[in-house]
């Protein structure tokens, strides 16, 4: 089978490549074209484009580059049409793969469109589901409340579980003991509290220096900020000065031994559960973006851990609400130890909502089923 698949950021290029691992288990003769990361470049046979030719967030950086954008699309039309799939495989990234999906089924490819990890069309949008539906042969959630909300709608798609189970169990064996960390980065013993501000430039000019404003408030705790190795220590230290550790690359080991955590909305609020940190969501998308997803987000949390528990569970800090006083009094609430068992309690639930581990293995099974039937 020939394979075509597009991830637009980092997560989703760790999550396809997981599950390219166990389409290729299943299928020998298996051949990938990707647009993909580093990750996703390491189990392809081709390397169309990678993410950071692609991978544009934010409404003020989508018009910016525009032109840029649309040369992508023409740019994977024209791709698509020579190399001919078998099946396309899109992750995520909506507003670029929802238009392939209907420029595939309007062409005359005879391709089979399977969509993992879908749009969040609960969030904004909803009627998108209609959209999904009509340009997709496949649909595979990786969200627990994503089958019924699709139900609701009349539609029908396969709940996997999240594959962030799955990545986080091939991580956690290389993990180092707390003796080990602390002589490796010459920490102290005080209790560490983590800061994830983000991967992204934009993310960590906005949240490190709020975070930050905490630090003088928690003299017996230790902050250890979480570095993305693909951002230059500079902008680090712009915010941070050189009293406070950055370490690169390590933001498991950095959660394995934290007592509590500011992290950035998204995944890592999910990742900080499963390592069962408690945890304040800071997000400040700014003034008018925040004024601009007010009117069209009809959701009551923006943090995945309570989108998925359906109640509030961790606290969010939200624009304005970002501040010094509520962050020293949210960070403070978490290091009680009432607070700390609720919060524990909480994140069991989450993990036993989220399937377990195998959903890479379950969505290329499932996936080969079907291009089986279509045989």
Known sequence: MKYYIIAGEASGDLHAANMMKQLKLRDPDAYFRVWGGDRMQVETNELAKHIRETSFMGVFAVLWNLKTIRRNFRFCEEDLIAFQPDVLILIDNSGFNLRIAKFVKNSALKTRIFYYILPQAWAWKRKRVHTIQGWTDRRFAILPFEQDFYKSYGYDLDYVGHPILDSMAQRKPGLMSLDSFRAEYGLNEKPIIALLPGSRKREIKTKLPKMLQVVRHFPNHQFLIAGSETIDEALYRQYAGDKLKIIFGKTYDILNHASAALVTSGTATLETALFRVPQVVCYKPGFV???????????????????????????????????????????????????????????????????????????????????????
Request: glycine letters at 4%; hydrophobic letters at 45%.
């Open 289 to 375: 973006t925040f004024h601009l997803l007010k009117r069209i987000i009809s959701i009551k949390y923006i943090c995945m851990v309570n989108l998925i528990l359906d109640r509030l569970v961790v606290q969010e800090l939200v624009e304005g609400d970002l501040n010094e006083r509520k962050m020293i009094s949210e960070l403070s609430a978490l290091l009680e130890p009432d607070n700390r068992r609720r919060i524990l309690a909480d994140y069991d639930e989450l993990e036993s909502r989220l399937g377990g581990e195998g959903a890479s293995e379950r969505v290329a099974e499932l996936m080969i089923e079907d291009l089986k039937n279509q045989v």
